[in-house]
């Protein structure tokens, strides 16, 4: 069982822009789609972009055009390029497969806060 270590988050002003980073320990990272999620107070967590094991990729509309996902095998490590960012954006942010494994646990996060 393996917990992905994310990292990155951080406040940021409206139209400001955030790289996120994922670490997931071993050799299963590049056997799976691999995506980021988000949960914002009150809310459901909620599939945000994924991409898979070759690279191609997919968003939630919310995000589309300003959030790009991509993967290093090699490294082990996923990364989520944020820009203009809005305050709907301020969330928790988390990497799991997408969907879901039961050998791969949730993480810490990594808060993220969109705010004048």
């Known amino acids: 069982q393996v917990q992905p270590v994310e990292s990155g988050g951080g406040l940021v002003q409206p139209g400001g822009s955030l790289r996120l980073s994922c670490a997931v320990s071993?050799?299963?990272?590049?056997?799976?789609?691999m995506g980021w999620y988000r949960q914002a107070p009150g809310k459901q967590r909620e599939l945000v972009a994924r991409?898979?094991?070759?690279?191609?990729?997919n968003y939630a509309d919310s995000v589309k055009g300003r959030f790009t996902i991509s993967r290093d095998n090699a490294k082990n490590t996923m990364y989520l390029q944020m820009n203009n960012l809005k305050p709907e954006d301020t969330a928790v942010y988390y990497c799991n497969a997408a969907p879901l494994v039961v050998t791969l646990h949730w993480g810490q996060g990594t808060q993220v806060t969109v705010s004048s």
């Open positions: 071993g050799s299963i990272f590049r056997m799976y789609v």
């Open positions: 991409v898979n094991q070759v690279g191609s990729t």
